[in-house]
C-alpha cells in the first residue's frame, strides 16, 4: 500500500537502504537517475537483473523497476525477477513506436506516466494499475508536474459539464473506451491510485503537489543528487505526510544544503514527457 | 464519539471514506493533539516500516500503548474531560480501542517476523509474519466467513502479513485456509486484509460496536 507515500528512486543497494531507513514507501531501481540520463546522452535501457536482485535482496519494501516504452520482453523479465511493480517509462529510450506494452497480461501491476487525462486513460485502458505524472524528470524543475496535474484533475472536473454526445466525442478523440470515461465522470477521480513525479527536488516541491491533490510521490534525482541524500529523503518524506502542517514543513527545509541542481524547461533539447503519449 | 484514523503513509483516506459513508465523525491523526481528540483509532494499511517510523519519531507510539492499556481516570478528571469537549464514549474500561488493518495489523502485535520487520506497539498478543504471502503480484482476494456477519463479506490481501501465532485470550474471528485473518483481544481488533479497498462497511460497523460494549 503505497498511498500518502515517497517512492524514490536508487542505483545501488547502498542507496535502497538509505531510502528505506528514510522512511521510503518503495524503491525504483535503476541504473542512472534521470539527471544522469539527460547529461550523458546515449540510449537508457532496463537495468541489469543482478542490480534488481541485489536492491531486492537490501530492502523489505516494494522494488519496483523501469522498462523502455512498448517493451513487453523487458516486462517479461520484470516479471520473471518478481519486482513488485514495473514503471513504464519515458525516462528510458522508448523501444516501440507505435504501442505501449499490453499491461493486461501480466500478473505484475504496472505504473505509467501521463500529462493529460486522455494520456491517463489510454494507460488505465492498456492495464495500468498506478498512474504519475511525467513531469519532466531529471531538472529538479516542478512546473510541468503541477502543471500535468493540475491539468488531469482539471479535466477530470470538466467531464461533469459534459453531454452524452460530448464524453462520447472526447472518448473518440482519445481512442479510449467511454465506459471508462464516464465511470471517471461519476467517480470524479482516476479509478487508481495517482501520483506525482518528474522534477520534485525539495520537501516544499512535495508538500505543494500533496496539497493539489496527489496521493503520492516519486523523488528520481531529488535524493541522491543533492547535499545530503539521507536529510533531503527524510524531510521529502515528513513534508509528504505533513503537507497540511507548514510549520512542520518549514522545520523539516531547515539547513538541508543544496538541492539539485534544477533546469530550465526552455532550454532542454529532449522533454522525456514528449514520449510515448 | 470521534473515530481517529491513523494519517502518516497508507490508504487513510479510504477508511476515512467509509467511516463517513456510516456518518461517523472521522479525524486524520498525525499528531499527539490530533490523537488526544478520537476515542478509538484505525491503523491503516501502508508500509509498516514507514508507519512505524513516523509513531516513533512523533510519540504517537508511545501515547497509543499508553491509552490502549490504562483504564479510564477516576470520575472527577473525567467529568473535566467531557465539559471541555475532549474525548469520551470510550468502551471497555475507558481503554483507547484500537483497529489494525495489514501493516496496522502488524504495528499492533506482540511480536512482528519477517524480514526488516519494525519494532511494534505489542498490543496483541498476536505473532505475526510481514509479507509472508510474497510480492505484490502474490496478492489475492478472498470472500470471507466472519463470526458476528451474517453475509460473507469481500476482502483483499495485498502483500498482506500472516497471524502464525495467536495467544489464548485472542479470539478467531475469520480465518482464511486455516490461518486466522481477523481475531480480538479484549479493545484491538486486527485483520490481515483491507476490507475498505471495496468500500466494505461491516468490518468497521464491528468495529464501531465495540465503542459502545
Same mark, same amino acid.
Not at chain 2, 167 to 185: D, K, T, W
Given at each position: 500500500?503505497?498511498?500518502?507515500?515517497?517512492?524514490?528512486?536508487?542505483?545501488?543497494?547502498?542507496?535502497?537502504?538509505?531510502?528505506?531507513?528514510?522512511?521510503?514507501?518503495?524503491?525504483?531501481?535503476?541504473?542512472?537517475? +534521470?539527471?544522469?540520463?539527460? @547529461?550523458?546522452?546515449?540510449? @537508457?535501457?532496463?537495468?541489469?537483473?543482478?542490480?534488481?536482485?541485489? =536492491?531486492?535482496?537490501?530492502?523489505?519494501?516494494?522494488?519496483?523497476?523501469?522498462?523502455?516504452?512498448?517493451?513487453?520482453?523487458?516486462?517479461?523479465?520484470?516479471?520473471?525477477?518478481?519486482?513488485?511493480? =514495473?514503471? *513504464?517509462? *519515458?525516462?528510458?529510450?522508448?523501444?516501440?513506436?507505435?504501442?505501449?506494452?499490453?499491461?493486461?497480461?501480466?500478473? =505484475?501491476?504496472?505504473?505509467?506516466?501521463?500529462?493529460?487525462?486522455?494520456?491517463?486513460?489510454?494507460?488505465?485502458? *492498456?492495464?495500468?494499475?498506478?498512474?504519475?505524472?511525467? %513531469?519532466?524528470?531529471?531538472?529538479g524543475n516542478v512546473?510541468?508536474?503541477?502543471?500535468?496535474?493540475?491539468?488531469?484533475?482539471?479535466?477530470?472536473?470538466?467531464?461533469?459539464?459534459?453531454?452524452?454526445?460530448?464524453?462520447?466525442?472526447?472518448?473518440? !478523440?482519445?481512442?479510449?473506451?467511454?465506459?471508462?470515461? !464516464?465511470?471517471?465522470?461519476?467517480? !470524479?477521480?482516476?479509478?487508481?491510485?495517482?501520483?506525482?513525479?518528474?522534477g520534485i527536488a525539495t520537501p516544499a516541491d512535495a508538500a505543494l503537489l500533496?496539497?493539489?491533490?496527489?496521493?503520492?510521490v516519486?523523488v %528520481?534525482?531529488g535524493i541522491?543528487?543533492s547535499?545530503? +541524500?539521507?536529510?533531503m529523503?527524510?524531510a521529502i518524506?515528513?513534508a509528504t505526510?505533513?503537507?497540511?502542517?507548514?510549520?512542520?514543513v518549514?522545520?523539516v527545509s531547515?539547513?538541508l544544503g543544496a538541492a539539485m541542481?534544477g533546469?530550465?524547461?526552455?532550454?532542454? !533539447?529532449?522533454?522525456?514527457?514528449?514520449?510515448?503519449? | 464519539?470521534?473515530?481517529?484514523?491513523?494519517?502518516?503513509?497508507? $490508504?487513510?483516506?479510504?477508511?476515512?471514506?467509509?467511516?463517513? /459513508?456510516?456518518?461517523?465523525?472521522?479525524?486524520?491523526?498525525?499528531?499527539?493533539?490530533?490523537?488526544?481528540?478520537?476515542?478509538?483509532?484505525?491503523?491503516?494499511?501502508?508500509?509498516?516500516?514507514?508507519?512505524?517510523?513516523?509513531?516513533?519519531?512523533?510519540?504517537?507510539?508511545?501515547?497509543?500503548?499508553?491509552?490502549?492499556?490504562?483504564?479510564?481516570?477516576?470520575?472527577?478528571?473525567?467529568?473535566?474531560?467531557?465539559?471541555?469537549?475532549?474525548?469520551?464514549?470510550?468502551?471497555?474500561?475507558?481503554?483507547?480501542?484500537?483497529?489494525?488493518?495489514?501493516?496496522?495489523?502488524?504495528?499492533?502485535?506482540?511480536?512482528?517476523?519477517?524480514? &526488516?520487520?519494525?519494532?511494534?506497539?505489542?498490543?496483541? $498478543?498476536?505473532?505475526? $509474519?510481514? &509479507?509472508?504471502?510474497?510480492?505484490?503480484?502474490? /496478492?489475492?482476494?478472498?470472500?470471507?466467513?466472519?463470526?458476528?456477519?451474517?453475509?460473507?463479506?469481500?476482502?483483499?490481501?495485498?502483500?498482506?502479513?500472516?497471524?502464525?501465532?495467536?495467544?489464548?485470550?485472542?479470539?478467531?474471528? /475469520?480465518?482464511?485456509?486455516?490461518?486466522?485473518?481477523?481475531?480480538?483481544?479484549? &479493545?484491538?481488533?486486527?485483520?490481515?486484509?483491507?476490507?475498505?479497498?471495496?468500500? &466494505?462497511?461491516?468490518?468497521?460497523?464491528?468495529?464501531?460496536?465495540?465503542?459502545?460494549?
Amino acid at each position: 500500500m503505497l498511498k500518502g507515500g515517497v517512492i524514490m528512486d536508487v542505483v545501488t543497494a547502498k542507496q535502497a537502504k538509505i531510502a528505506e531507513a528514510a522512511g521510503a514507501s518503495a524503491v525504483m531501481a535503476l541504473e542512472r537517475v +534521470p539527471s544522469d540520463i539527460r @547529461a550523458q546522452g546515449g540510449v @537508457a535501457r532496463m537495468s541489469d537483473p543482478q542490480l534488481i536482485k541485489d =536492491i531486492q535482496k537490501a530492502v523489505s519494501i516494494p522494488v519496483m523497476a523501469k522498462i523502455r516504452i512498448g517493451h513487453t520482453m523487458e516486462a517479461r523479465i520484470l516479471e520473471a525477477l518478481g519486482v513488485d511493480f =514495473i514503471d *513504464e517509462s *519515458e525516462v528510458l529510450t522508448p523501444a516501440d513506436p507505435f504501442d505501449h506494452v499490453q499491461k493486461s497480461g501480466f500478473n =505484475i501491476p504496472f505504473v505509467c506516466g501521463a500529462t493529460t487525462l486522455g494520456e491517463a486513460f489510454r494507460r488505465i485502458a *492498456e492495464g495500468a494499475c498506478m498512474i504519475r505524472t511525467k %513531469g519532466e524528470a531529471g531538472t529538479g524543475n516542478v512546473i510541468e508536474a503541477v502543471r500535468h496535474l493540475k491539468l488531469i484533475r482539471g479535466q477530470i472536473a470538466g467531464l461533469k459539464s459534459m453531454s452524452l454526445a460530448q464524453l462520447k466525442s472526447f472518448a473518440k !478523440q482519445e481512442r479510449v473506451p467511454l465506459e471508462l470515461v !464516464q465511470d471517471v465522470r461519476k467517480a !470524479q477521480r482516476l479509478p487508481v491510485v495517482t501520483f506525482v513525479a518528474g522534477g520534485i527536488a525539495t520537501p516544499a516541491d512535495a508538500a505543494l503537489l500533496m496539497e493539489l491533490g496527489a496521493e503520492g510521490v516519486f523523488v %528520481g534525482s531529488g535524493i541522491f543528487k543533492s547535499r545530503d +541524500p539521507k536529510r533531503m529523503a527524510r524531510a521529502i518524506v515528513q513534508a509528504t505526510t505533513h503537507y497540511k502542517d507548514p510549520k512542520k514543513v518549514m522545520e523539516v527545509s531547515t539547513g538541508l544544503g543544496a538541492a539539485m541542481v534544477g533546469l530550465e524547461i526552455a532550454n532542454l !533539447q529532449t522533454k522525456m514527457q514528449e514520449r510515448g503519449v | 464519539m470521534v473515530v481517529g484514523v491513523l494519517a502518516f503513509q497508507g $490508504d487513510f483516506a479510504e477508511h476515512i471514506a467509509v467511516l463517513h /459513508s456510516l456518518h461517523v465523525p472521522a479525524l486524520e491523526v498525525r499528531s499527539l493533539e490530533d490523537l488526544a481528540k478520537v476515542d478509538a483509532l484505525i491503523l491503516p494499511g501502508g508500509e509498516s516500516t514507514v508507519i512505524s517510523k513516523f509513531l516513533e519519531e512523533s510519540g504517537v507510539g508511545k501515547e497509543i500503548r499508553r491509552r490502549a492499556l490504562t483504564p479510564l481516570p477516576p470520575l472527577p478528571a473525567r467529568t473535566e474531560r467531557v465539559r471541555s469537549g475532549g474525548p469520551r464514549g470510550e468502551g471497555e474500561k475507558g481503554k483507547l480501542i484500537l483497529y489494525g488493518t495489514c501493516a496496522g495489523a502488524i504495528l499492533l502485535s506482540k511480536k512482528g517476523t519477517g524480514k &526488516n520487520c519494525p519494532r511494534t506497539l505489542g498490543l496483541i $498478543d498476536v505473532t505475526i $509474519d510481514r &509479507n509472508a504471502y510474497g510480492s505484490q503480484a502474490e /496478492s489475492f482476494e478472498a470472500k470471507l466467513s466472519v463470526k458476528g456477519l451474517k453475509d460473507k463479506i469481500d476482502t483483499a490481501f495485498i502483500r498482506a502479513p500472516k497471524i502464525t501465532k495467536i495467544g489464548r485470550e485472542v479470539e478467531v474471528l /475469520s480465518s482464511h485456509e486455516g490461518v486466522p485473518v481477523l481475531v480480538r483481544q479484549g &479493545n484491538i481488533l486486527i485483520g490481515t486484509f483491507h476490507p475498505e479497498v471495496r468500500g &466494505n462497511t461491516k468490518i468497521h460497523e464491528l468495529f464501531l460496536k465495540m465503542t459502545t460494549e
